[in-house]
């Protein structure tokens, strides 16, 4: 079964198997302690510490283990923050940056500080200058993703470094997608990163604090890991992960290269197989593995339990998939259509007739789902309850409260050649993705879509017939 979901977790490399069984022999003991089984497991720390950090691109000493990437980046943040409170309480974050770093600084702002998000372009990538507009005299640190987890967009790492070193403030990278791939350019203070997404195995994380960057652990106090990763370390993983990154990255070059032709042949094929799909991420500046793409008409889940039961193991970004009615972060900064969202990140690996597979399987699952759904074709539109709001007909009301996505926006398809052109149609609805994928809809079907405004138990979203 072709699993498409390495963005979320890499299958585990066979270098990380046979690191991760040889250690559990070798490395059962205790480093800290000075007999021969201690010894010989601080050898296999320390050995894991150079190769890490040899990858990551700065000093042993620089580099910790940590349990998780969400643990680097949760202590990276409150550490640096900490380390600078005499500066201040501001923190500056990417609008599509990984929960992780926006639950850090939402924690930082119900604790009293600052946090200012820097908005994205259609293609999730933000502007050059725009790290430093929010900087400001106050600002304790800055975080940028190298790379984005949802639509593969590489983020200007190094230009943001620059504007942040003029400025004094440090910058902490999220490297977990991208570490894989390559080290991480430019002057960067702070980087975070995780196993399992290059793979090696779950539950061991990095980061890695420059030299001369003012840190303060938070947390009782701890021998261990330079004090910033309390408690036993999992030295099996930590060798697994650390062996895995220096072999991900031997076979980096050539893998990347593979398996950009073969999402490239997705990016540029599934417009082409399937009707009404919006392809979203940087075209070009993005991870050579990932793409992300939305269909109209369509519920993000059953198109996911579709495509399982055809054997594709694919993953969303739709509110339609969640349960919290809420689309990804990460769409709703960018302002793309987030219903009947699928991201597909390939494998090291993966075969090009798995994708190809995938190619022939997608157009049967998207019509089958827009065919349970009930969605008109475009030659035949049939009426949907709707009521005149205008004289002449020439305004319809649907009613689309407390139906979930894409239901608002397939109601909308089914009226809109009901009023004549320059007539009106508003979408009642109280789902957030509405405010997304009516405006999406409208860009793609070419119409115009005028506003919103509230209304009770809701929002209304107005579009007006141009064709």
Request: glycine share 10%.
């Amino acid at each position: 079964m072709p699993y498409f979901d390495a963005a979320s977790a890499a299958p585990l490399h066979p270098v990380a198997r046979q690191a991760l069984l040889a250690s559990l022999d070798e490395g059962w003991a205790d480093p800290a302690r000075l007999y021969r089984e201690g010894r010989r497991a601080r050898l296999l720390l320390d050995a894991a510490r150079e190769a890490a950090a040899e990858a990551v691109g700065c000093r042993p000493d620089e580099l910790v283990f940590t349990p998780s990437g969400t643990r680097a980046l949760h202590d990276g943040i409150a550490g640096a923050l900490a380390g600078r409170r005499r500066t201040g309480r501001h923190l500056v974050v990417s609008a599509v940056e990984h929960s992780a770093v926006l639950q850090s600084a939402a924690s930082l702002a119900a604790a009293g500080g600052t946090v200012t998000e820097v908005a994205v372009d259609r293609t999730g990538r933000v502007a050059p200058g725009a790290y430093a507009a929010a900087l400001r005299p106050g600002t304790a640190l800055a975080a940028l993703q190298s790379a984005n987890h949802e639509v593969g967009t590489v983020q200007p790492v190094a230009e943001v470094a620059e504007e942040c070193r003029a400025a004094g403030v440090p910058l902490l990278v999220d490297a977990a997608q991208s570490l894989g791939w390559g080290p991480v350019e430019g002057g960067w203070s702070l980087l975070a990163a995780s196993a399992h997404k290059w793979g090696g195995p779950a539950g061991v994380g990095l980061l890695a604090v420059r030299k001369g960057v003012r840190f303060a652990p938070q947390g009782p106090a701890d021998e261990r890991e330079s004090g910033r990763a309390p408690g036993f370390p999992d030295l099996p993983g930590i060798v697994a992960a650390a062996a895995s990154l220096r072999a991900v990255r031997a076979e980096a070059a050539a893998e990347a290269a593979r398996l950009r032709e073969l999402v490239e042949r997705v990016r540029t094929r599934v417009p082409e197989l399937v009707p009404d799909v919006e392809v979203v991420g940087d075209p070009v500046r993005r991870l050579p593995h990932l793409v992300t793409f939305s269909c109209l008409y369509v519920d993000g889940e059953a198109l996911l339990h579709a495509l399982d039961r055809a054997g594709f193991s694919v993953s969303s970004g739709s509110s339609c998939t969640s349960s919290t009615l809420e689309p990804s972060h990460v769409l709703r900064a960018m302002g793309v259509l987030s219903e009947g969202n699928v991201r597909v990140s390939l494998p090291a690996g993966t075969p090009e007739a798995d994708v190809e597979a995938f190619l022939d399987v997608l157009p049967g699952a998207v019509a089958s789902v827009r065919e349970r759904l009930g969605v008109p074709r475009e030659t035949a539109a049939p009426a949907a309850p709707a009521t005149a709001a205008a004289e002449g007909g020439a305004e319809l009301v649907v009613d689309a409260l407390g139906k979930r996505c894409p239901i608002p926006v397939i109601e909308l398809a089914k009226v809109i050649g009901d009023v004549p052109v320059g007539g009106l149609v508003t979408v009642l609805s109280d789902d957030e993705a509405a405010r997304l994928d009516v405006p999406a809809w409208c860009g793609m079907r070419d119409q115009e879509y005028v506003g919103e405004r509230p209304v009770e138990g809701g929002v209304a979203y107005t579009v007006r017939r141009l064709r």
